[in-house]
């Protein structure tokens, strides 16, 4: 995500290393490299030359503190000039009303139809919901299949009516029905089309006149660039919608769109779609998306979604364990299981500061924990909760049960001990005994 741009901001930045003061010659250098990075992310040529221009007003005069470097007050002030572009603040999601109704509109390839699944259950598992999902895309029946299928993979109803080919009834009576059954919020999946066209614009119309939602979404495909933006400002003239989706963002875009949409249709971004799993959608923070482009991580983030993963009750037992060394492997699997469930391991990892950067050429996916599930997979029960039963005859047949050699094993059974006395020595208050000992290390 943004790997490009994030890599020639940081170019466009060392310009200024090294200089004792801001002058309008190093600042033009600086900036003349900035717009040339946004304009590569696809930004427009207009909104790239308005946002350098704002940077060059804020930063000339400025005068740079002794603990503060020329670079890092440009890095501050585009941080600030990016964020404010994106939006500013987080937009909340409207879900006043009985039920709350929220029409997801956009073309088709766009992903409306997975983001709409992925809504329902962010809204189901983390804000506490009761959504329905509603089906009234009538002209592709493996859209209606689609939804049917994810609304039972998340465990969500959905309605739908395969014999009516007219989608404006299809959500009045989705409504009524949500009413009937104590659905607290519904979300209609509305029909796309390959390009714009006034059937399409005219029923979307129809659709949100009679149902009245309290929020319109526009989904849009970020890999799209600046034909998203035009996209979604034919749209908001159209419909008014209350906010914008990106999806794909975690894919081959570059960025243009998320940094410009909010200044061309002057509506907010509330969701980005990051991932093909349910759990890959995230709430939009234009600030933290400033700071992951900046290269500048996005701890807060990470813990959020790592909050959302974990149980309390299951992290206190799991320390208990720990605490009476009784870390085993089915603990170990559980963990990795739960880390895979926050996301792409790349992203999640980019969000750690200074981690992007490091990572930028290297390839880390959730294939990267296969081997490690194959070793485990090819112990005994008996094996995984004991892992002191582990001798060489054990660990040649797990090796070969898991298509691996003797040393991959060795490696994985050494780094889980290493890990399991570590976790120990942090947990029963050994941290303060690891620091006394390195400090008498000092003295020796």
Known sequence: ???????????????????????????????????????????????????????????????????????????KIVHDELAGLMGGTQSELNLKGSPAIILVAGLQGSGK???????????????????????????????????????????????????????????RRAIEYARDKG????????????????????????????VNPQETLFVVD??????????????????????????????DTRGGAALTIRSVVNKPIKFVGIGEKMEALDVFYPERMADRILGMGDIVSLVERAQEQFDEEEARKLQKKIAKDQFNFNDFINQIKQIKKMGNVKDLMGMIPGMGKMLKDVEIGDDSFKSIEAIIG???????????????????????????????????????????????????????????????AKRR
């Not at 998203?228 to 963002?249: I, S």
């Open 113 to 171: 139809t997975t983001f709409s699944a992925k809504l329902a259950n962010y809204l189901h598992t983390r804000r506490g919901r009761s959504p329905l999902l509603v089906a009234c895309d009538v002209y592709r029946p493996a859209a209606i299949e689609q939804l049917r299928i994810l609304g039972e993979q998340i465990g969500v109803d959905v309605f739908s009516d395969m014999e009516s080919k007219d989608p404006v009834k299809i959500a």
């Open 1 to 75: 995500m943004f790997e490009n741009l994030s890599e020639k901001l940081d170019r466009a930045f060392k310009l200024l290393k090294g200089q004792g003061y801001i002058t309008e010659i190093n600042v033009a250098e600086t900036l003349k490299d900035v717009r040339k990075a946004l304009l590569d992310a696809d930004v427009s040529y207009k909104i790239a030359r308005q946002f350098t221009e704002q940077v060059k007003e804020k930063a000339m005069g400025q005068n740079v503190l002794t603990s503060v470097s020329p670079g890092q007050l440009m890095v």
């Open 183 to 210: 659905f607290n919020t519904v979300i209609i999946d509305t029909a796309g089309r390959l390009a714009i066209d006034e059937q399409m614009m005219h029923e979307i119309a129809e659709i949100k006149r009679t």
């Open 222 to 251: 970020s890999m799209t660039g600046q034909d998203a933006v035009n996209t979604a400002k034919t749209f908001n003239d159209r419909l008014d919608f209350e906010g914008v989706v990106l999806t794909k963002l975690d894919g």
């Open 378 to 440: 090819s112990m005994t029960p008996a094996e995984r909760e004991n892992p002191f039963l582990l001798n060489g005859n054990r660990r040649k047949r797990i090796a070969a049960g898991s298509g691996n050699d003797i040393q991959e094993v060795n490696r994985l059974i050494k780094q889980f001990d290493d890990t399991r006395k570590m976790m120990k020595m942090m947990t029963t208050g050994g941290a303060k005994q690891m620091a006394q000992q390195m400090k008498n």
